[in-house]
């Protein structure tokens, strides 16, 4: 059964940074789009970033922008999200996902696998 397994959450104060790391548990990863959601109580899970296969095939969120950075490794199996210049509204769970496109992903399309969620608290 393919797993996805999220760490490196916790607690900062506004300005600080955080690494988030999910590793899949089978090789066949290498052949998706990973990336990240977050969710907050009461609202929908907002996509916040996602990386293919290239260092150029990556996307954001409008509001992560220039502070937050994702990447895999060259396996293909584990994603990371470097967030710096973290701020309150950045609290939430934050999970990984995997589906066949990057476009797919910032869209919400075919989005099978989820991690258990890793929660980011950031305060003021």
């Known amino acids: 059964q393919v797993q996805l397994a999220e760490s490196g959450g916790g607690s900062v104060q506004a300005g600080g940074a955080l690494n988030l790391s999910c590793s899949a548990s089978a090789v066949t990863f290498n052949t998706y789009v990973m990336g990240w959601y977050r969710q907050v109580p009461g609202k929908d899970r907002e996509f916040v970033a996602g990386a293919g296969w290239s260092e150029l095939s990556v996307a954001y969120a409008d509001s992560v922008k220039g502070r937050f950075t994702v990447s895999r490794d060259s396996a293909g199996n584990t994603v990371h999200l470097q967030m710096n210049s973290l701020k309150p509204e950045d609290t939430a769970v934050y999970y990984c996902?995997?589906?066949?496109?990057?476009?797919?992903?910032?869209?919400?399309?075919?989005?099978?696998?989820w991690g258990q969620g890793t929660q980011v608290t950031v305060s003021s």
């Open positions: 996902t995997a589906t066949s496109t990057l476009s797919d992903l910032v869209k919400g399309i075919d989005l099978q696998y």
